[in-house]
């Protein structure tokens, strides 16, 4: 009786196994791509869809355009990631649930050891072992700007090479899946215990890298034709660097995960860090700009109205109708820097300078001594 129970149990899993392994959305279709299609054309793909199915440009058939636009949004998600791309090739949409998108912990086993491991089912597998994938080392890139560009914005384009996993095996170094074994030295752990008598009585053991595998723990039968088993290769791209408005020299605009892609590895970061070349008329403080301002000393003692040209072209009117001291600064509201996320500026500070003549005749002297007497 037992043994019928566990037999029916068995066949009862097997089935549920095998339908949510196969049963699961078909993301590749979802988005219009062959199954071996490369990061780029993922990309391409999802952002071609996405502008198509926005529920803005779809006022006419908002719910079905906005179901639509969640499933390729979905499906570009995991597609777009190595780690969960693998898993769902592998196991399917459930399998990416039950491991919750990435190496959570989740066995998937030959039903026959999960049903009978510990005398029952495992779905949990030990989250305790679990390791942290390891993470690439961030490139940063300085990127030369102009105050204008901190003023105004501006937008960049920069051819991005790096390394990539390979579009054909995705990182196995394989040709096929079937390609692969375990090895079986060291039986897919990578290590080897070494056993050694020092004498009667004595012996030692030692843990070593698997010589046979090299401490991967499988061995591929037949290399990727594309990367001849590199795992790797070259690609390009370009990236688009938008500096904001009254974005500061020194800023840090960050592309995640967009350095270079390595086996079990996430990539590093992307970072490009904003410096500012001099301006021969403005020097930025903060968020206020100063500038100079050169008078005649007429100018200085009657008043003035001058214009300066800003960063954007347009003239600053600057009037005076008192008397300007030599080295005296004046401030314009609101006329400096933006403020980065702000819809504020800073303020633009004047410094004045006064030019006087070289020298002056005796009658204009004697015009002066009678003014300032």
């Known amino acids: 009786m037992k043994t019928t129970v566990l037999a029916l149990l068995l066949l009862l899993f097997l089935d549920s196994y095998f339908v949510f392994v196969t049963s699961s959305a078909d993301y590749y279709s979802l988005l219009g791509v062959h199954k071996e299609a490369s990061a780029k054309q993922i990309k391409k793909a999802y952002r071609d869809l996405s502008l198509k199915w926005h529920p803005d440009k779809n006022p006419d058939n908002k719910e079905v355009a906005e179901q639509k636009f969640m499933e390729i949004s979905n499906a570009y998600e995991i597609l777009s990631n190595a780690d969960k791309r693998k898993i769902y090739d592998q196991y399917g949409e459930e399998g990416l649930k039950n491991s919750g998108g990435s190496d959570s912990g989740f066995n998937f086993k030959n039903p026959f050891d999960i049903f009978f491991e510990q005398g029952g089912f495992n779905f949990g597998g030990d989250r305790g072992n679990k390791q942290q994938a390891n993470r690439g080392q961030d490139l940063v890139i300085p990127l030369q700007v102009t105050l204008k560009d901190l003023y105004l914005g501006r937008v960049y384009q ?4 790096r390394q990539v996993l390979c579009s054909k095996c995705r990182g196995t170094g394989a040709e096929h899946e079937h390609s692969i074994e375990k090895c079986h030295v060291c039986k897919g752990s990578g290590t080897r215990v070494v056993t050694q008598q020092l004498g009667p009585g004595f012996i030692t053991q030692t843990q070593t890298t698997c010589n046979h595998c090299g401490g ?19 690609g390009e791209e370009q990236i688009t660097v938008r500096i904001e408005q009254g974005m500061q020299d020194g800023h840090r605009i960050v592309f995640d ?4 892609e ?10 490009f860090v904003l410096s500012q070349v001099p301006n021969q008329d403005f020097t930025r403080q903060g968020n206020n700009l100063h500038c100079s301002l050169t008078i005649t000393l007429l100018e200085a ?31 314009i509201k609101e ?7 702000s819809y504020s500026h800073g303020d633009l500070y004047v410094l004045i300078t006064v030019l006087f003549p070289r020298e002056i005749n005796q009658a204009q ?5 009678q003014i300032f007497a």
């Open 158 to 161: 920069v051819s991005h090479k």
């Open 216 to 234: 991967k723990g499988n061995i591929i039968k037949s290399v990727c034709p594309h990367c001849k088993g590199k795992k790797v290769e070259k």
């Open 257 to 260: 995960q967009q350095n270079d």
């Open 262 to 271: 390595n086996p079990n590895t996430v990539p590093g970061d992307l970072v």
């Open 301 to 331: 003692l009657t008043g003035f109205t001058k214009e300066i040209k800003h960063l954007d072209g347009r003239p600053v009117t600057i009037q005076r109708t008192e008397v300007t001291i030599p080295g005296q600064t004046l401030m």
């Open 335 to 341: 006329k400096g820097m933006p403020i980065f996320e």
């Open 365 to 369: 002297a004697k015009v002066l001594r």
